[in-house]
């Protein structure tokens, strides 16, 4: 006979004994309404064309982006963020294509918000990176240098164009010091205080952002590592984030999201608005690569791979997965 404490008295694997069982006492779920799905809208094109770096992903036609964002709906998820790709002749040093009202990303807002009204956030990247034929998030100075203030003046202009066309939510991503504050007070300058912002408050210069470069068509030569964090810092993540949520910010958002869970986490911890994570392009195409050859199991991967951002803190996760998963989970 066996004596009690002679074996385990705690057996947690009781909890893990069949799918049902994982299920009931599951902590971490993925909902559809978690996800928001980045998407490129490319001026100039007749068809879709697929980004060679990112399998599965293309700059949209104006027409195939409006039954993305129809398809959007139907999954279920939040929200859309949409990325313009004006012509390249459009490109200036200012950024020109977007503040035009007639810019391509001016128009796809229009043009999504007239196919799913508001059954779905119409988020808009508030950058100059896609527009400037420099490549930087900014307006540069006399040394090349991004000129911060004179970049501030520019977002002030496309949250109001931006707004304008429909943007339920503009998304501030050029890391710019202030800039939550200037694009709050242009957006309620007209009337918009309705729209809200999603400040990427916090924003590492990562490798893991190659393949996004091709998917906006970026001019960049050099790195954007004046602005963007440095990837070794941790407690001035916690410092861009107090500065955002004074300035008024809405949501916040860390970017990347899988190299930085601990960032999340922390940010999550003592955020007292919305947190979402940003799963970049080198992120996803990383599983995509290695699901390709064979080595890992491709729907796995991705799910373990989001039930661990929402883990650590996301509220939402902006996904090139988004309506994919959120079919999966349905």
Same mark, same amino acid.
């Given at each position: 006979?066996?004596t009690?404490g ?9 909890l ?7 299920r ?5 779920r993925?909902?559809?309404a978690d ?6 809208v490319?001026e ?21 982006l ?7 709906v ?6 859309i ?14 950024g020109t ?5 007639d ?8 043009d999504?918000? *007239? ?7 119409v988020m ?9 034929d420099?490549g930087?998030?900014g ?9 911060n203030?004179?970049?501030?003046e520019?977002?002030?202009e ?16 050029g890391?710019m010091?202030?800039q939550?504050g ?6 309620d300058?007209i ?21 996004f ?5 970026s001019?960049l030569?050099?790195?954007?590592k ?17 500065l ?20 999340l ?11 979402? *994570?940003?799963?970049?392009?080198g ?5 995509e ?6 080595w ?13 951002i929402?883990?650590?803190?996301a ?5 090139y ?9 349905r």
């Amino acid at each position: 006979m066996t004596t009690y404490g002679s074996f385990p008295g705690s057996r947690p694997r009781r909890l893990r004994t069949s799918p049902v069982m994982r299920r009931m006492v599951a902590e971490t779920r993925l909902h559809p309404a978690d996800f928001i799905l980045p998407a490129f809208v490319r001026e100039g094109i007749s068809e879709p064309v697929p980004i060679s770096a990112m399998p599965g992903v293309v700059q949209h036609t104006r027409d195939s982006l409006k039954k993305a964002a129809a398809e959007a709906v139907a999954a279920g998820i939040s929200g859309i963020m949409l990325f313009g790709v004006p012509e390249e002749s459009k490109k200036d040093a200012l950024g020109t294509p977007g503040t035009d009202p007639d810019g391509i990303l001016q128009v796809a807002l229009r043009d999504v918000r *007239a196919e799913v009204g508001d059954e779905l956030l119409v988020m808009s990247d508030l950058c100059l990176d896609e527009t400037t034929d420099h490549g930087h998030c900014g307006v540069l100075d006399e040394l090349g240098r991004v000129d911060n203030d004179a970049t501030l003046e520019r977002y002030a202009e496309m949250a109001q164009v931006q707004a304008d066309a429909g943007a339920h939510v503009v998304g501030p991503s050029g890391m710019m010091d202030g800039q939550i504050g200037v694009v709050r007070d242009a957006l309620d300058q007209i009337g918009r205080e309705d729209v809200a912002i999603l400040a990427y408050s916090v924003k590492y210069a990562s490798a893991f952002f190659g393949p996004f470069r091709e998917a906006v068509g970026s001019s960049l030569t050099g790195d954007r590592k004046t602005y963007q964090q440095d990837p070794a810092n941790a407690r001035e993540s916690m410092r861009e984030l107090a500065l955002d949520l004074e300035e008024g910010a809405d949501m916040v958002m860390v970017k990347p999201a899988g190299p930085y869970l601990d960032i999340l986490a922390k940010v999550a911890e003592v955020s007292d608005v919305p947190v979402a *994570a940003y799963q970049i392009s080198g992120e996803y195409s990383m599983i995509e690569a290695a699901a390709e050859k064979g080595w890992i199991d491709r729907d796995k991967a991705i799910f373990e791979a989001l039930t661990g951002i929402k883990r650590a803190g996301a509220q939402n996760i902006l996904t090139y997965w988004a309506v994919e998963v959120a079919q999966k989970l349905r």
